[in-house]
């Protein structure tokens, strides 16, 4: 018999999400929950991610927890392992260490609706039986790759940018990226130096701005250690900085030319070479793909040994690949920077509510989930970093954590009210639904004319970021409105 446990909360995922939900619930004193997590540690996306150059594109001291601020972040914009040994710092100092179960990836997820419960499938079979489930999964880590023809029969080390083959040798060796997303401008960079050749392969170019990162004396990092409060004040100044920003994204049109401006004059600061330059100019609107920040990944470009390909790949061969124009580049390895199935996940995630019905069908029905959190059919679910609650401007931690104090409260109404069981109403989620249509058409997302993985593959409507600021977002998930949710006791009726 395989074990069977019952819990209060089970929480999927470790990552930034989930820990913070852990931590959420032990501040509040609940004993019975668990997180589930695929990986052997905890740190989600930062563990995930071990590529060369991989660092946070958003100031650290705002990518971090408001109730756990670090004084200790060694450079503005922290590298990867600084932000993972964070998370590991987090999970010990708030005691939820001992609720994950590691290697235990989900399997599936029923809502039972005469128990009032959740039956979930892990691992290799264990069953938990959970009256909250909460997803932590966010959206970025299952690797897409392209489809290229011949791309199984290539010899060398060929891998995805999240999956880093550290075992493959790159120095003095011919090498391939693909992709010219967050990860890909990263990479390059770190990488041009050692092998013998790099050719960068471009579909489409990025809007850049330039990155003021800077390593933070140890004066200063005293200082915040000192005055928590000059370390707050920090934050703020950087919050509001990066929130202005939303109004260029969101249809002004001056600060969305400020933005073009600002990233055109880095381009024409960095790249003297017309033709080059040209390659590299964004024919679509500036943040309808998310901009970037790189201040090496131009001059990069430049190095003898690197050259940026713009032709379309055509084939992969056993030691190369071949473009549109015929040519064939020789190769020893191949990195794919090209990104996450990140609408996709939510869909073919294995999660039945109510009735049997799948999320991925119920998202077919209804592309909404009230402020990415719950959706209708599927009681006592929440999601954190779902559906329309990313962000282009600022920093997704402040997402995650109004999310968070939302689900709290939400826990709190069916205690206080004594219920078990919570399922948005329809209509709730209709209204939402208008609420997001009437926000996309003006935005930069929908009508700056590219295709980007914020888009929905089948309508190209924009599924993945909140188009508002962060003060909106927390203001209105600051209270639940009860009339939004059916609460009742036990199964229902109907
Ligand atoms: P991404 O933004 O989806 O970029 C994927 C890249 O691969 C795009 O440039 C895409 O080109 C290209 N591509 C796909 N198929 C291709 C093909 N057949 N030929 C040539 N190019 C191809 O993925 P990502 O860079 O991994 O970033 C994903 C998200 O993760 C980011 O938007 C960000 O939210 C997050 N991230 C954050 C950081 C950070 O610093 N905090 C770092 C990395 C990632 P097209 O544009 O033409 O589709």
Same mark, same amino acid.
């Given at each position: 018999?395989?074990?069977?446990?019952?819990?209060?909360?089970?929480?999927?995922?470790?990552?930034?999400?989930?820990?913070?939900?852990?931590?959420?619930?032990?501040?509040?004193?609940?004993?019975?929950?668990?997180?589930?997590?695929?990986?052997?540690?905890?740190?989600?996306?930062?563990?995930?991610?071990?590529?060369?150059?991989?660092?946070?594109?958003?100031?650290?001291?705002?990518?971090?927890?408001?109730?756990?601020?670090?004084?200790?972040?060694?450079?503005?914009?922290?590298?990867?392992?600084?932000?993972?040994?964070?998370?590991?710092?987090?999970?010990?100092?708030?005691?939820?260490?001992?609720?994950?179960?590691?290697?235990?990836?989900?399997?599936?997820?029923?809502?039972?609706?005469?128990?009032?419960?959740?039956?979930?499938?892990?691992?290799?079979?264990?069953?938990?039986?959970?009256?909250?489930?909460?997803?932590?999964?966010?959206?970025?880590?299952?690797?897409?790759?392209?489809?290229?023809?011949?791309?199984?029969?290539?010899?060398?080390?060929?891998?995805?940018?999240?999956?880093?083959?550290?075992?493959?040798?790159?120095?003095?060796?011919?090498?391939?990226?693909?992709?010219?997303?967050?990860?890909?401008?990263?990479?390059?960079?770190?990488?041009?130096?050692?092998?013998?050749?790099?050719?960068?392969?471009?579909?489409?170019?990025?809007?850049?701005?330039?990155?003021?990162?800077?390593?933070?004396?140890?004066?200063?990092?005293?200082?915040?250690?000192?005055?928590?409060?000059?370390?707050?004040?920090?934050?703020?100044?950087?919050?509001?900085?990066?929130?202005?920003?939303?109004?260029?994204?969101?249809?002004?049109?001056?600060?969305?030319?400020?933005?073009?401006?600002?990233?055109?004059?880095?381009?024409?600061?960095?790249?003297?070479?017309?033709?080059?330059?040209?390659?590299?100019?964004?024919?679509?609107?500036?943040?309808?793909?998310?901009?970037?920040?790189?201040?090496?990944?131009?001059? %990069? +470009?430049? *190095?003898?040994?690197?050259?940026? &390909?713009?032709?379309?790949?055509? =084939?992969?061969? /056993? @030691?190369?690949?071949?473009?549109?124009?015929?040519?064939?580049?020789?190769?020893?390895?191949?990195?794919?920077?090209?990104?996450?199935?990140?609408?996709?996940?939510?869909?073919?995630?294995?999660?039945?509510?109510?009735?049997?019905?799948?999320?991925?069908?119920?998202?077919?029905?209804?592309?909404?989930?009230?402020?990415?959190?719950?959706?209708?059919?599927?009681?006592?679910?929440?999601?954190?970093?779902?559906?329309?609650?990313?962000?282009?401007?600022?920093?997704?931690?402040?997402?995650?954590?109004?999310?968070?104090?939302?689900?709290?409260?939400?826990? %709190? +109404?069916? *205690?206080?009210?004594?219920?078990? &069981?919570?399922?948005?109403?329809? =209509?709730?989620? /209709? @209204?939402?639904?208008?609420?997001?249509?009437?926000?996309?058409?003006?935005?930069?997302?929908?009508?700056?004319?590219?295709?980007?993985?914020?888009?929905?593959?089948?309508?190209?409507?924009?599924?993945?970021?909140?188009?508002?600021?962060?003060?909106?977002?927390?203001?209105?998930?600051?209270?639940?409105?009860?009339?939004?949710?059916?609460?009742?006791?036990?199964?229902?009726?109907?």
């Amino acid at each position: 018999m395989l074990p069977q446990t019952h819990v209060d909360v089970l929480i999927v995922g470790a990552g930034f999400a989930g820990l913070g939900m852990a931590i959420e619930l032990r501040k509040a004193g609940w004993e019975s929950f668990l997180v589930i997590e695929k990986g052997d540690d905890v740190g989600g996306t930062w563990r995930e991610n071990r590529y060369p150059g991989c660092a946070c594109d958003i100031p650290s001291h705002l990518y971090s927890f408001s109730f756990d601020l670090n004084a200790g972040w060694t450079r503005m914009y922290a590298p990867q392992p600084e932000i993972w040994d964070y998370l590991r710092r987090c999970a010990k100092r708030y005691g939820v260490l001992g609720n994950i179960l590691f290697s235990t990836p989900l399997r599936d997820a029923v809502w039972e609706e005469a128990q009032g419960a959740w039956q979930v499938t892990v691992g290799e079979g264990m069953r938990i039986t959970a009256r909250v489930l909460i997803s932590g999964m966010g959206a970025l880590h299952v690797p897409q790759y392209p489809d290229l023809p011949g791309m199984e029969r290539f010899a060398g080390p060929s891998f995805h940018s999240a999956a880093w083959d550290a075992q493959a040798v790159l120095d003095g060796k011919d090498v391939a990226v693909i992709g010219t997303g967050a990860s890909a401008v990263q990479i390059t960079p770190q990488i041009a130096s050692r092998t013998q050749r790099l050719y960068h392969f471009q579909r489409t170019p990025a809007w850049i701005i330039p990155k003021a990162d800077f390593a933070i004396p140890k004066r200063w990092r005293r200082r915040f250690e000192r005055v928590p409060l000059l370390m707050r004040a920090f934050r703020t100044l950087l919050f509001w900085n990066l929130e202005m920003r939303v109004g260029g994204f969101l249809g002004n049109r001056r600060l969305n030319r400020l933005g073009t401006k600002l990233a055109l004059r880095h381009l024409e600061t960095q790249v003297r070479d017309p033709e080059l330059r040209g390659h590299l100019t964004p024919s679509y609107q500036f943040g309808c793909k998310r901009v970037l920040i790189s201040s090496d990944f131009y001059p %990069a +470009l430049q *190095r003898p040994n690197v050259e940026l &390909v713009t032709q379309p790949i055509t =084939e992969v061969r /056993e @030691r190369s690949i071949v473009t549109a124009d015929g040519r064939e580049r020789p190769l020893d390895a191949i990195i794919y920077a090209t990104g996450f199935q990140a609408t996709r996940l939510l869909d073919s995630a294995a999660i039945y509510g109510r009735g049997g019905i799948s999320f991925g069908e119920g998202w077919q029905k209804r592309k909404a989930a009230l402020w990415g959190i719950t959706k209708y059919g599927f009681p006592n679910l929440f999601l954190l970093l779902g559906p329309n609650t990313g962000l282009g401007h600022n920093s997704v931690v402040l997402m995650i954590e109004a999310q968070i104090r939302y689900v709290m409260s939400c826990l %709190a +109404l069916m *205690r206080r009210q004594q219920q078990q &069981v919570m399922e948005l109403r329809e =209509e709730a989620e /209709e @209204r939402f639904e208008e609420f997001l249509r009437k926000r996309m058409p003006g935005s930069v997302w929908q009508a700056g004319g590219c295709r980007s993985w914020y888009q929905d593959p089948e309508t190209g409507e924009n599924v993945a970021l909140w188009p508002g600021s962060v003060r909106e977002y927390q203001r209105r998930t600051r209270r639940v409105s009860a009339r939004d949710y059916e609460l009742r006791d036990g199964p229902r009726v109907n």
